[in-house]
């Protein structure tokens, strides 16, 4: 289908140069396997697997004839007071798959809300605690924790918040990002100690008014920035000696990229609350979901009167969409038969040899991966530092590949589905792109 300019006015497009974009559409047809397909009719490569999300390849027959399934047999269900059966299945599978102690899901829309969800749910366990005074939270710069107000003020990209002033009671430790570990492969050696941050600001507010340091155990959208070995731990020692919670942001990293089923069990560091969404249905439906330590669980339990009240008055119209559950019942199972998480154990390697075959280009300043995902910083274009990414991206485009660019960086995450020669195929192509700009 081909729309007109006028037809593409109406639509305010998220996270999108609009006025370019209107000018020059991309628009996606179809998907099948580990491929786009235009309306100009062009294969295209998913560089990103979506955006982070479709790791098992688009249109999975198990999904789609699951998703089918359960909107011709119940489309929606009332999630205050009532409930499915979808949903309670999904929890439990949830909590198999993830490390032991994280007991309990609230389910949520999307990543923006989980975080959201996540960081209410912090501050009313203190108050659940006797605690009410533990409110300010800790993120970290660069950090990427979506969009809402909550977000951006423990989020760290100062292009996000520029825009939207004041929200939150938050702090950022410094980024993970050091000048000698560049081109690292993997965990980075140097940095554990940049942790030791959160002490000063214990040392400045003290810990009886921090409710939680959030995380992502690896940032994605900043570029992929894994973690220097030992700084997780690190974080999780200061934040048990202060009593505060430590939240990972597993939005990204939940469910196979890392080549675990979550970061906390690639990394070997639980967190109290732990946010996951995008892989949880494959990308088919918007699905996100919190999960929680029994005992902060518990502690609203105990705390919440009469046995008939709400204990958490917190939750969305599509909290555990029963149509969302089945997707993703249908996306675990995949996930889990298909073995794919060994699969990406299998391709990491492949990505990162390819990836850093990269290194010495002249507009390659660093480069960054862990498990199926890897970051390219670029060389700034004088007074246009987004530019060359931007340049990168379309050149990729046009050689069918689609890969992510944000900030000064363009980010792979391919499916995990892929094959060898395909992920040395896009990083050839970000090579050829690489050569045909100035």
């Known amino acids: 289908m081909t729309l007109t300019r006028s037809e593409l006015e109406a639509h305010w497009m998220p996270f999108t140069g609009n006025r370019q974009f209107k000018q020059q559409p991309r628009l996606m047809e179809r998907a099948d396997g580990a491929y786009y397909y235009d309306t100009e009719g062009r294969q295209i490569f998913d560089g990103l697997s979506g955006l982070w999300t479709c790791g098992a390849g688009h249109n999975r027959p198990e999904i789609v004839e699951a998703v089918s399934r359960q909107v011709a047999t119940l489309d929606y269900s009332p999630g205050?007071?009532?409930?499915?059966?979808?949903?309670?299945l999904l929890a439990n599978k949830l909590v198999d798959l993830t490390p032991d102690g994280l007991d309990h899901v609230f389910f949520t829309d999307s990543g923006s809300e989980t975080v959201e969800t996540a960081l209410k749910i912090a501050r009313a366990y203190w108050r659940t605690r006797g605690m009410p005074g533990k409110?300010?939270?800790?993120?970290?710069?660069?950090?990427?924790?979506?969009?809402?107000?909550g977000g951006i003020g423990v989020g760290g990209i100062g292009f996000n918040r520029k825009l939207f002033g004041q929200s939150i009671e938050a702090d950022h430790i410094a980024h993970t990002v050091l000048e000698e570990n560049r081109y690292s492969r993997g965990m980075p050696e140097l940095g554990a100690h940049l942790a030791d941050e959160v002490e000063d600001l214990v040392a400045l507010h003290d810990a009886s008014n921090i409710a939680a340091v959030i995380v992502e155990p690896l940032s994605g959208t900043a570029g992929v920035l894994p973690?220097?070995?030992?700084?997780?731990?690190?974080l999780r020692e200061i934040c048990d000696r202060h009593q505060i919670l430590l939240i990972f942001d597993e939005v990204i990293t939940g469910l196979g990229r890392m080549g675990s089923l979550t970061g906390a069990e690639e990394f070997g560091v639980t967190p109290d609350l732990l946010g996951l969404a995008k892989q949880i249905?494959?990308?088919?439906?918007?699905?996100?979901?919190?999960?929680?330590?029994?005992?902060?669980?518990?502690?609203?339990?105990?705390?919440?009167?009469?046995d008939y009240m709400v204990e958490f008055p917190h939750g969305y119209t599509y909290s555990a969409h029963p149509v969302a559950c089945a997707a993703g019942l249908a996306a675990l199972d995949v996930l889990v038969n298909d073995e794919l998480v060994a699969r990406v154990r299998k391709l990491a390697p492949v990505l990162e040899d390819a990836v850093h075959g990269l290194r010495g280009h002249p507009l390659v300043a660093d480069i960054r991966n862990y498990g199926l995902a890897a970051g390219l910083s670029i060389v700034h274009k004088a007074g246009e530092p987004m530019k060359r990414p931007f340049e990168l991206g379309l050149r990729c485009l046009s050689k069918g590949f689609y890969v992510r660019w944000g900030g000064d960086t363009v980010q792979l995450a391919p499916p995990f589905i892929a094959s060898e020669q395909q992920v040395r195929d896009l990083v050839a192509a970000l090579g050829e792109s690489l050569d045909e700009i100035d």
């Open 281 to 306: 249905t494959n990308g088919a439906i918007p699905l996100g979901a919190v999960m929680v330590r029994g005992e902060i669980y518990q502690s609203f339990m105990d705390n919440g009167g009469p």
């Open 80 to 88: 205050f007071q009532f409930g499915h059966a979808q949903s309670f």
């Open 227 to 234: 973690p220097p070995q030992g700084y997780l731990n690190r």
């Open 135 to 149: 409110t300010r939270f800790i993120g970290r710069q660069k950090g990427y924790h979506g969009v809402n107000y």
